[in-house]
């Protein structure tokens, strides 16, 4: 049918054309959408404490989240814990699966950046996710004092930092490849260098188009520069290829 209508020069409108396509089995399929949270289980869900709560010092509060990361052939998953008043990456871990044990690796890592021992004054901010709701996790969080903070709702925005991270690791690693890694090896060696910039090279407006790490050393409020376009043009000049 389709030979026929170009053939013959008539061309159907948008709506006509689209309905040929699906009648004839030409339309691709829909990618299917990924999901790294699932709050159907029977674990303890904790209330949100971080309403309103604005961090003056590194290591008050934590902000974690899973993202899955394209390889060829399928995907594997990037957990992460931020520090949500430098915005540095103070844990991770690239893993093959959502298993609560790599979410515990990760988390296990910010501890040990942050000397480990009684971490109190620290809240962790998560989504109901199992691996945050689980016991090897929680008994964790409690081992060191860290208090346990999680969403109300499915809203991105209450889980804010965490997927602005996310999308920064997407956006200017990820996506900017023309395809997707091979292996699980060439994503994590990406990943890590990645990191490393993200944390010790790359400015951010939230926090003074200063570096995470430069960031984490200091106290007090952060002055964000969110609408001058001056500092947006500095950020954009001194973003450079991990």
Known sequence: ???????????????????????????QK??????????????HKWKNLIKGFVPTRANQLWVSDITYIDIRGGC????????????????WYLAESLASVFT???????????GGGDLSGLIHHSDR???????L??????????RISM?????????????????????????RRERRFETYGSALEQIGRFVDFYNSRRPHYSIGMQTP??????????KKMWKNKIYRRNEQSLQINP
């Open 104 to 114: 515990l690796k990760a988390l296990r890592m910010a501890i040990g950046q942050a």
């Open 137 to 146: 996790y929680v008994e964790e969080l409690q081992k060191h004092n860290i």
């Open 213 to 222: 790490n430069a960031v984490h050393e200091q106290t007090g409020v952060q």
């Open 151 to 175: 969403t109300e709702d499915y809203k991105p925005t209450d889980n804010g930092i965490a997927e602005r991270v996310n999308g920064i690791i997407k956006g200017e690693s990820l996506y």
């Open 129 to 135: 996710g199992v691996q945050y709701c689980c016991d």
């Open 30 to 43: 829909p990618r299917k959408s990924r999901s790294t949270t699932n709050s159907n289980h029977r674990y």
């Open 1 to 27: 049918m389709l030979c026929v209508m170009f053939s013959t020069g008539w061309m159907p409108g948008r709506d006509k054309f689209m309905k040929l396509l699906r009648r004839d089995h030409l339309m």
């Open 76 to 91: 594997c998953y990037l957990h992460l814990v931020t520090d949500a008043y430098s915005k540095k990456i103070v844990g």
